[in-house]
């Protein structure tokens, strides 16, 4: 070996690991896995235990963990491939960086045990929804989702807030305001349309648009003298309502058969909206049925 690949393999410090194939356990407690490789190894009888272990950069590939309990276990960045876990229990475990890929595990465990810090909590999320969209689950992709989302907005306001030293050393003043547009963007986005994950967000949007616009035709034809002095507050919004409710939906109707005028500019605004709450209800739409 030359003087130069020694002084490249220098740079490169030796982890201390094991490999372990086509094993089984009852019971296991107070052991360390850490940077071990662990394949084809499952418990031997259901009600299996695992307490107080660790397993930081443990790779798990084509393991059999059904019915299992891992209780006080420290999976920071664990890998598991092609694994099942489904029945397993994790309880008080931390799960920082981990990655699962076809991997089979029930989301309630999951959120049960989900990272304190929103930043590494949404990209644990993001990769179960990932992972749950490949093997076709469709109920957890969907509880991912509202779950990463969650933690994205608690992110971007502490980033925001920068009530931790992290925080504050990692990010600028500017960057502190471009989370908080962010989070302001990621609040209207749930309240307009969930997202795209909550249809009926964008029939309340709708309704709730069609009313606004009643209130300002209101509003105009009050101040312009339009409504008949013979009639009273409820019938003339009822005329508003249906002013609005025809010019959001594009229906035709006899301009003449109503004292009130709508403005152009409020026509404007409906025909916009109509053709927003359009595509936003087909995108919700294709998301709903694109996932089955």
């Given at each position: 070996?030359?003087?130069?690949?020694?002084?490249?393999?220098?740079?490169?410090?030796?982890?201390?690991?094991?490999?372990?194939?086509?094993?089984?356990?009852?019971?296991?407690?107070?052991?360390?896995?850490?940077?071990?490789?662990?394949?084809?190894?499952?418990?031997?009888?259901?009600?299996?235990?695992?307490?107080?272990?660790?397993?930081?950069?443990?790779?798990?590939?084509?393991?059999?963990?059904?019915?299992?309990?891992?209780?006080?276990?420290?999976?920071?960045?664990?890998?598991?491939?092609?694994?099942?876990?489904?029945?397993?229990?994790?309880?008080?475990?931390?799960?920082?960086?981990?990655?699962?890929?076809?991997?089979?595990?029930?989301?309630?465990?999951?959120?049960?045990n989900?990272?304190?810090?929103?930043?590494?909590?949404?990209?644990?999320?993001?990769?179960l929804?990932?992972?749950?969209?490949?093997?076709?689950?469709?109920?957890?992709?969907?509880?991912?989702?509202?779950?990463e989302?969650?933690?994205?907005?608690?992110?971007?306001?502490?980033?925001?807030?920068?009530?931790?030293?992290?925080?504050?050393?990692?990010?600028?003043?500017?960057?502190?305001?471009?989370?908080?547009?962010?989070?302001?963007?990621?609040?209207?986005?749930?309240?307009?349309?969930?997202?795209?994950?909550?249809?009926?967000?964008?029939?309340?949007?709708?309704?709730?648009?069609?009313?606004?616009?009643?209130?300002?035709?209101?509003?105009?034809?009050?101040?312009?003298?339009?409504?008949?002095?013979?009639e009273?507050?409820?019938?003339?919004?009822?005329?508003a309502?249906?002013?609005?409710?025809?010019?959001?939906?594009?229906?035709?109707?006899?301009?003449n058969?109503?004292?009130?005028?709508?403005?152009?500019?409020?026509?404007a605004?409906?025909?916009?909206?109509?053709?927003?709450?359009?595509?936003l209800?087909?995108s919700?739409?294709?998301?709903?049925?694109?996932r089955?």
């Amino acid at each position: 070996m030359s003087e130069t690949d020694k002084a490249k393999a220098d740079v490169f410090t030796d982890k201390p690991s094991r490999e372990i194939f086509s094993k089984t356990f009852t019971s296991i407690n107070q052991r360390q896995f850490d940077n071990d490789y662990i394949e084809q190894i499952g418990r031997k009888n259901k009600g299996a235990q695992v307490s107080t272990c660790t397993f930081r950069s443990t790779i798990f590939v084509g393991c059999y963990f059904n019915g299992v309990t891992f209780t006080s276990c420290d999976f920071t960045s664990a890998k598991f491939i092609d694994c099942n876990l489904k029945d397993a229990k994790f309880v008080h475990c931390k799960l920082n960086y981990v990655s699962f890929r076809r991997t089979i595990v029930d989301s309630s465990e999951i959120l049960a045990n989900l990272p304190r810090e929103p930043n590494v909590r949404r990209d644990l999320l993001r990769n179960l929804r990932v992972d749950a969209r490949e093997l076709g689950n469709i109920e957890d992709e969907s509880i991912y989702i509202r779950k990463e989302i969650e933690a994205s907005d608690d992110f971007y306001m502490s980033a925001f807030k920068a009530r931790e030293i992290w925080y504050r050393n990692k990010y600028s003043g500017i960057d502190r305001i471009v989370f908080f547009l962010s989070w302001v963007k990621s609040k209207f986005s749930g309240l307009i349309w969930g997202n795209g994950e909550k249809p009926i967000r964008v029939l309340y949007s709708c309704v709730f648009t069609i009313i606004i616009m009643a209130a300002i035709l209101y509003t105009y034809g009050y101040s312009k003298g339009q409504f008949p002095e013979s009639e009273g507050f409820y019938e003339n919004f009822a005329m508003a309502l249906k002013l609005s409710l025809s010019e959001f939906l594009g229906v035709p109707y006899m301009v003449n058969s109503f004292s009130l005028k709508v403005p152009f500019l409020v026509s404007a605004f409906a025909a916009l909206a109509r053709y927003i709450f359009i595509g936003l209800l087909v995108s919700v739409m294709f998301r709903s049925f694109s996932r089955r």
